[in-house]
């Protein structure tokens, strides 16, 4: 397993991500325990999480996994080994949210005190925020870097044509730059990333790690029916949009291609994300130290042209209108 470069951050990290968007809320904090321990004992060491998760779940108010990660963080003092990635931007209750200067102020404190970091390797911008001049997001995120509680910054969930123009403004203000991208992107979900932000971040050198490599779990193959999706509760709330004729087209796919290689359809779905042109780390979930071990390695599985072809066909995507 070959560490990447994250853009031009300075930040190396491994080709697979771990989404902690579990952590929390389908796995209580000891599982989340093993399976951060899991991840980092099998060589991997980037980890991708938000202020925001998990408010969705009843009872919660956002917190959930920064604080599970920082629990396990004090506990296994791990913290030289990975890589921790949080986001801000969502609205958290009572008027919090956005990309406001004063608001970025305080929520890197609280996602600092959860993390129990002293600084947060990758902070980024959880989605765009048009209510707020791009100069001030990105001079509040440079003197975050400044004050040495950030090294890196990102975004996720930006346009192209913002992500450009946040680009221009970083260099016009000579502020540093969202070194990252984090987009949807897999095996069902391509045009909107492929189009234009796929060029630009090639462009820019711009490190993309992308969302819902397993379309919350459709492209393991698990979900096949509304019944199966019935079953758990990322399943239900998630991939309803997955099951019609197109998906079940992309199944099948899969389904030859772990004939064809004798690796499962999770693997391959995550290692055809990963021989993406401008992708640096796909990212995935796990709620068992099971599913920590396959998705591990995917990280190995170099698909040959002819399957990559076959994902490719079965997976097109009808061209997006320019907006």
């Known amino acids: 397993m070959t560490p990447r470069m994250l853009g031009r951050s300075g930040l190396w990290v491994s080709p697979i991500c771990l989404g902690g968007n579990v952590f929390g809320w389908t ?18 060491n980037f980890i991708d999480t938000a202020d925001v998760y998990s408010r969705w779940a009843q009872g919660h108010s956002g917190g959930e996994s920064e604080t599970v990660i920082g629990k396990w963080l004090a506990q296994s003092r791990k913290r030289d080994r990975v ?22 102020r305080q929520a890197v404190d609280d996602s600092l005190r959860r993390l129990q970091v ?9 989605k765009d925020d048009e209510a707020t001049p791009l100069e001030e997001t ?18 996720s969930n930006y346009s192209a044509a913002r992500l450009a123009q946040a680009l221009d403004v970083s260099r016009k203000l000579k502020v540093p730059r969202y070194e990252s991208l984090q987009p949807l992107y897999n095996l069902y979900d391509r045009a909107v990333f492929e189009r234009d932000l796929q060029p630009l971040c090639v462009k820019e050198e711009i490190g993309v790690f992308s969302f ?15 019944e199966d999706a019935a079953k758990s509760a990322r399943g239900a709330s998630t991939t309803k949009k997955y099951l019609n004729e197109r998906g079940l087209k992309i199944l099948a ?3 030859e291609a772990a004939q064809r290689t004798g690796a499962p359809q999770a693997r391959i ?15 995935a979930s796990a709620s068992t130290v099971e599913q920590v071990h396959e998705i591990a390695r995917a990280a190995d599985l170099k698909l040959d042209a002819e399957t990559m072809a076959l994902l490719d066909r079965a997976s097109e995507e009808a061209p997006i209108e320019p907006v």
């Open 253 to 255: 796919a899969l389904d």
């Open 138 to 155: 990105l001079e509040a995120f440079a003197r975050l870097a400044e004050a040495g509680k950030v090294r890196a910054i990102g975004a």
């Open 27 to 44: 796995a209580d904090e000891r599982t989340s325990f093993s399976i951060l321990d899991a991840w980092v004992d099998a060589g991997f």
């Open 83 to 104: 890589v921790i990635a949080t986001k801000v931007g969502f609205e958290m209750g009572e008027g919090k949210g956005g990309l406001s200067a004063k608001w970025i």
């Open 212 to 226: 819902y490599a397993l379309a919350a779990g459709f492209l393991s193959g698990k979900y096949r029916t509304p």
């Open 118 to 126: 002293e600084r947060i390797d990758l902070y980024q911008a959880h």
């Open 269 to 283: 779905a995550i290692a055809w994300v990963m021989a993406q042109p401008g992708i640096t780390a796909p990212i």
